[in-house]
């Protein structure tokens, strides 16, 4: 117990240091760290090291030894803002794919571990599809989990795997961890993903990735249809349709036009 909360005090430390910067100040000492944190300069100068060394900060001995943030932040900070922003750029692609495919129209991100749809636009078919915003699932979960775990590194994908075993959902549900991480190489491979009844009985999603900041995959954009209606010259034109809405998503949060 002792130690979980002297790990948040040093946390709360390193935070501290981090706020001192600002653009009045990109740069400090440190002495100067030392006098305006208020700690003692031993503390300040262990978390610069291990900040240092996980790129949050950057020691300038050239530029009069100082300290400066590192670039980690602004990697991370570009991932914060294409996930924030995903709905509010995505908005009218959605509603010009859904007025297109005339079918029901999911984006989803993975948050604490878990598939979240974010924003949709739902069909009147006589099949409803279940799509509650803000109800997690498996981080693998239908045609649009499977896209983000494909993006993922190996390591998080067996994390990932171990905290939520596959489990049988509908008769084809796909349970073998090999099969879905072959899979998963595939889809890194194609840009996208056509599943057929895993998740909900008689539904086909059809999903792609949206990329923000640094080409990273931060969300992802299905159409989900009646298998009924899911014949294979209708899956191509909705995939043609919601690749070219996937990109033109990802180009407004975050990725280079060419």
Known sequence: MEKYIYSV???????????????????LTLDEITNRSGFPKST???????????????????GGEVYRLGLRFLELGGVAYSTTSVRKQAA?????????????????????????????????????????????????????GNVLFAFMKTSEQQRLLELFPPQTITRKTETDIRTILARSRQIRESGYFVERGE??????????????????VVAALGVFLPEFQAMETRVKEILRELQTASLA??????????
């Open 9 to 27: 005090g040093v946390l709360d430390k390193a935070f501290t240091i981090f706020n001192l910067f600002n653009r009045q100040d990109p740069a």
């Open 44 to 62: 300040v100068f262990r978390i610069l090291r291990a900040s240092e060394k996980n790129g949050f900060i950057r020691y300038d001995k050239k």
């Open 92 to 144: 009218v692609y959605l509603d010009s794919l859904f007025a297109k495919v005339g079918a029901t129209i999911l984006v989803g991100i993975i948050r604490e571990d878990q598939l979240f749809y974010i924003d949709k636009r739902e069909s009147e078919s006589i099949l409803r599809i279940p799509s509650f915003i803000g109800v997690g699932h498996p981080p693998y979960y239908g045609a649009m």
């Open 199 to 216: 998740s909900m009985e008689g539904v086909v999603g059809i999903a792609a990735p949206i990329r923000g900041h640094n080409d990273r």
């Open 249 to 258: 998503i990802s180009r407004e949060i975050g990725i280079p036009r060419y």
